[in-house]
């Protein structure tokens, strides 16, 4: 769920690497499957409250590979609430191994404006989060 309690499902076809890291966007996904993750979350959430998932769907069946207890912060356009003494901006295109010696090198007082398409339950927004820096997506011109 995020912010606004909302069920957010992402995902692609085929393998997913690509997208959790950053480098392919969500897809729109068929009925069926977007169902069956529904349902498996509201199973889940039933017996251990709000949590987040990763999820595979093999054509007949969802399976969890990770889950997580708890709701996210994140919403449409802040992936980590807060504000910030200064913004510098990543793009995602550079990578999630340059987003973590970025996240490390970074004064405290410096937030993250998120420039490219990141999904929200990806490990670029995953990342952010645990990092607890504030991080907005840069609206797309």
Known sequence: M????????????GEGDSFMV??????????????DIRETYHLAEKKLGPVRFEWVHDGTRVWIVQLHKG??????????????????????SSGLEELRRLLARL???????????VGLTSHVADLLRK???????????
């Open 2 to 13: 995020d912010a606004e309690k909302r069920i957010v499902i992402e995902g692609t076809s």
């Open 71 to 92: 709701a996210t912060d994140s919403s449409a356009s802040t992936l980590v609430p807060g504000e910030a003494d200064q913004w510098e901006v990543f793009d995602v």
């Open 107 to 117: 004064p405290a007082d410096v937030g993250l404006q998120i420039r490219g398409d």
């Open 22 to 35: 950053g480098k392919r966007l969500p897809e729109r996904l068929p009925e069926n499957v977007l169902h």
């Open 131 to 141: 990092a607890r820096r504030p991080a907005r997506l840069q609206p797309q011109s």
